[in-house]
């Protein structure tokens, strides 16, 4: 079988722990996840940025559990 990204493991956890911190579910948070990115980074992630998106998504997790 084939493996996932290794992002994407990081992705859920971070969903997770935004459904958590909003009390809310897990598909209204997905949708909330790139506000919660771009609020992390102070800056709209782009694809083929500065920053790659699984560093972009660890930096959002440290911002979350502050």
Known sequence: KRRG???M???ANL????AK???IKFPQ???KLKSYINKAL???YEKGGNISY??????TMA???K
């Open 29 to 31: 948070a997905m949708k």
């Open 54 to 59: 699984e560093d972009a998504l660890k930096k």
């Open 5 to 7: 990204q290794p992002w």
């Open 63 to 65: 911002y979350i559990k």
């Open 15 to 18: 969903i997770k722990e935004i």
């Open 9 to 11: 493991k990081i992705q």
């Open 21 to 23: 911190k909003e009390d």
């Open 42 to 44: 102070g800056y709209p």
